[in-house]
């Protein structure tokens, strides 16, 4: 069992920066962040690392987020520079034990079983 505890959302105007963060309880060798741009639309992959810290990104964030994790603080980082209002989400950080290619190859987010609750970031033009 995964226990996370996401912090970090808040409102910022359009090119500013957010950092969230995400506190686990476990050690899980697939961890990412997700996000639901708005109600009843399923949770998109954003980007997600590995334990080996390879990392994978959506492409609309490449260049623009960074996800990182610092394992003495078994916490996971996301963040986030140049934002853009499409950038206005609910974020989730999710973890899971997978393999090598479903970690860094699907977007899918039933290929994790262990969720936060979620931290809103709304970015104004």
């Known amino acids: 069992q995964v226990q996370l505890v996401e912090s970090g959302g808040g409102s910022v105007q359009a090119g500013g920066t957010l950092r969230l963060s995400c506190v686990l309880s476990g050690y899980p060798n697939c961890m990412g962040w997700f996000r639901r741009q708005a109600p009843g639309k399923e949770r998109e992959g954003v980007a997600?690392?590995?334990?080996?810290?390879?990392?994978t990104y959506e492409d609309s964030v490449k260049g623009r987020f960074a996800i990182s994790r610092d394992n003495a603080k078994n916490t996971l980082y996301l963040q986030m520079n140049s934002l853009k209002p499409e950038d206005t989400a609910m974020y989730y950080c999710?973890?899971?034990?997978?393999?090598?290619?479903?970690?860094?190859?699907?977007?899918?987010?039933?290929?994790?079983?262990?969720w936060g609750q979620g931290t809103q970031v709304t970015v104004s033009s």
């Open positions: 997600r690392i590995r334990s080996d810290g390879s990392t």
């Open positions: 999710a973890a899971d034990w997978n393999s090598w290619s479903t970690c860094l190859g699907s977007r899918f987010e039933g290929d994790f079983s262990y």
